[in-house]
């Protein structure tokens, strides 16, 4: 029981990279499709496409922070908890990885044919990517409360 | 091929605006082929079916209402067997349609419904038009509130009216179709529906029409041309 107890604080520490670069492939692979898309019936604007098709990546980077301030020395006492705060911080940043992919793919679809919304229908995607800061913030103050 | 893949071909699509009402349809029929070979097969099959289930250009004077009607109900049942709800849902849309201006045409022309006959529509208004056929608009008005309109036009004998609206009415139904679908099948098969209206609506050329209902009619008349040319050769004493 012991065991199973070690293994799933170790789950815990390294889930938040984990799902976290799971939901940055598929949303940069969303976004970087549409792109692609995109740049078969445009004529310039390349650069911009191929640059927000990116943004579903920071959630990547968000899990790794999480992952070393939960990685610590996995007792009975301090595993539990980083379980939980591990596992469901690595499906908030993987799911609203894929989101934002989706976000982004309708944003480069919608300003392939209106060039002047560019702004503007990124902005969906930069408020998915606002939740995922909140879930990031707050897994580090929890993770505060864990024992060591 | 995946639902991913999608994006990639709804992101290479260009815009086709908010109105048929165009000079030439933003991307030629070339290269959206070109941009549907991203399809698999399968659904670059069901396109097809699709395509000419809905669209008759192709048709030549020998086709039989009878193969149309079959294949139509094929394409229906794939589109059943694969769960493709909406799509089922599009087309049967617009078979109605095609069902309910037959209807409309028959009854101005004054025919009686053959009911030997195992269809004379397509869709699944056949039944309840024969049941409301002495109804002004077939008991439908309120399912479809363009069949007044149509109806009154029709009684003008305004065609190009009748085009309009049947334009209007379907652009505005595969607008909203393609509002609630962006990146799957169900979003390519209505690009391409709303693509041939535009593109339809482009064509239209006034001496290619006359040429076409030239063809059409000599096609029609076969041996009988000659004779009737010969009858005004004799009145105008010119050959004999």
């Known amino acids: ?148 | 091929m995946n639902s991913d893949q999608y994006i990639t071909l709804m992101s290479a699509l260009p815009s086709l605006g908010k109105t048929y009402h165009v000079d030439i349809p933003p991307i030629s029929r070339f290269q959206l082929e070109k941009r549907l070979n991203l399809l698999t097969e399968e659904h670059q099959a069901l396109l097809s079916d699709i395509e000419s289930v809905l669209h008759w250009d192709h048709l030549n004077s020998h086709y039989d209402d009878s193969e149309l009607i079959q294949s139509a109900t094929l394409v229906l049942e794939q589109l059943t067997h694969k769960h493709y709800d909406t799509l089922r849902e599009m087309i049967l849309w617009r078979l109605n349609l095609r069902t309910i201006l037959a209807g409309l045409r028959y009854r101005q022309r004054g025919d009686e419904l053959n009911h030997q006959q195992s269809h004379w529509g397509v869709g699944d208004m056949e039944a309840h038009i024969e049941t409301y056929w002495q109804h002004p608009y077939f008991n439908l008005q309120s399912r479809f509130h363009w069949i007044a309109s149509v109806q009154e036009s029709l009684q003008k004998n305004d065609t190009m009216q009748v085009e309009r609206i049947l334009f209007d009415v379907t652009w505005q139904y595969l607008q909203r179709c393609s509002s609630q679908h962006y990146f799957d099948f169900t979003a390519v098969v209505t690009y391409v529906l709303r693509w041939n209206l535009v593109s339809r609506w482009s064509s239209y050329d006034a001496d290619k029409g006359v040429e076409h209902f030239q063809s059409l009619m000599a096609f029609a008349l076969g041996e009988y041309q000659q004779l009737s040319m010969g009858i005004v050769v004799d009145q105008n004493g010119d050959s004999k």
């Open chain 1, 1 to 148: 029981m012991e065991t199973v107890i070690l293994m799933l604080g170790w789950v815990g520490v390294f889930a938040p990279v984990a799902l976290g670069v799971i939901g940055s492939t598929i949303g940069c692979s969303r976004a970087g499709m549409s792109a692609c898309g995109a740049m078969l019936d445009t004529e310039s604007g390349y650069g911009k496409f191929v640059g927000i098709s990116a943004m579903p990546s920071t959630q990547a980077v968000l899990g790794i922070v999480v992952m070393f301030t939960l990685n610590r020395e996995i007792n009975t006492l301090n595993a539990p908890g980083i379980f939980g705060v591990g596992i469901l911080t690595g499906i908030a940043l993987m799911l609203s990885a894929i989101h934002q992919g989706n976000s982004v793919a309708s944003a480069i679809n919608a300003s392939k044919n209106k060039p002047e919304i560019f702004g503007l229908s990124i902005a969906p995607a930069a408020i998915v990517e606002g939740f995922a800061v909140f879930v990031f913030v707050f897994a580090l103050v929890v993770s505060g409360a864990i024992p060591q």
